[in-house]
């Protein structure tokens, strides 16, 4: 079935505990994947001794480490710049260490020019008091171009394709799958630069620019349910190509101009039914909730992923699991 994990770093000890004791076992590992100045190559947070070292951590914790989150630098080879190919080749080298260390999924990101995950309000107020985040376009349009000017879809589309035709290779040798996030929100452009994984149609393009079993995706339900109006069949769609190698499991309620995040049991998608889709597709990979409320006795300090808002997003999950799946 559907196995449920949690994102955090090995330091993060307390969370850890309480996560292990709502009975997560999977790990999807956030660390740092920045280049250490002077540093040989084995001691780079991408080399194999470096994540063997993160991933006995995690094992001395008690979690099986099933997806890394984070990403080496991006940056030029999103916008096609001077140096993306050496970029490309710390890549490269971080995937086939992820294979020899037996970490089976990467979900990089496509979002250009510092334009990534964006929000105009943390502190939204929500059910009892909670603080949630939210997004406003109206606001997020007064904001002037990046440095960058103007960067067309068909630009980064050119450069999507650059970076797959590498990378793609390569994961299929160290059996490492790929798991493409959505642009957050999934609208384009923002501040003048184009964001091109914003729909279930580019999706489709995308996977097929460099077809391949271990090219796929990362269904975030947050940005995917602003994507469509029938997440459910979004789910079936991808799951029936075999193609959705990681979930981002999250709610919000409005548009992809206007949103805020809720609760997972009080947003807009039937998340029964999205439960249930996974396990008509047979889907065996991990399902982490995200972006959760700030709740009463926890502070605001990390805007979705306070502590207290996960242990209710996890036992949420759980018992929709149990429910789905038993029946």
């Given at each position: ?100 260390v037996g970490i089976p999924c990467w979900c990089p ?219």
């Amino acid at each position: 079935m559907i196995q449920i994990a949690e994102v955090f770093s090995p330091q993060q000890e307390s969370l850890a505990r309480m996560v292990k004791q709502c009975g997560v076992e999977h790990v999807v590992a956030m660390i740092n994947l920045r280049p250490k100045e002077g540093a040989g190559d084995d001691e780079q947070p991408w080399s194999y001794e470096s994540l063997a070292r993160i991933d006995e951590e995690y094992n001395e914790a008690g979690f099986e480490m099933a997806v890394i989150e984070s990403r080496p630098p991006m940056h030029k080879t999103k916008l096609g710049l001077d140096g993306r190919d050496e970029e490309i080749d710390v890549i490269c080298e971080f995937i086939r260490n992820m294979g020899r260390v037996g970490i089976p999924c990467w979900c990089p990101e496509f979002m250009a020019g510092g334009v990534q995950v964006l929000r105009t309000s943390t502190d939204i107020v929500s059910r009892g008091g909670a603080l949630v985040t939210g997004y406003d376009h109206s606001i997020m349009s007064k904001e002037p171009l990046t440095e960058y000017g103007e960067v067309s879809e068909d630009k980064m589309w050119a450069n999507l394709e650059y970076f797959l035709e590498r990378v793609v290779p390569v994961a299929e040798t160290a059996d490492v799958k790929l798991a493409m996030h959505p642009d957050d929100p999934p609208l384009s452009p923002i501040r003048g630069i184009g964001r091109i994984m914003s729909s279930v149609e580019n999706y489709e393009r995308m996977i097929d620019l460099v077809p391949s079993a271990h090219n796929g995706v990362a269904l975030c339900q947050g940005n995917f349910g602003l994507m469509t109006n029938d997440l459910p069949a979004a789910i079936r769609k991808f799951g029936a190509q075999e193609k959705i190698h990681f979930v981002h499991f999250r709610d919000v309620r409005g548009t992809n101009r206007k949103f805020e995040e809720t609760f997972h049991d009080d947003g807009q998608t039937d998340m029964y039914a999205c439960m249930k889709a996974y396990k008509d597709i047979g889907y065996e990979g991990v399902c982490r909730p995200d972006h959760v409320p700030t709740m009463e006795g926890d502070d605001n300090d990390r805007p979705m992923y306070s502590s207290i808002g996960r242990l209710f997003a996890i036992g949420y999950l759980k018992g929709l699991q149990e429910s789905v799946y038993r029946s």
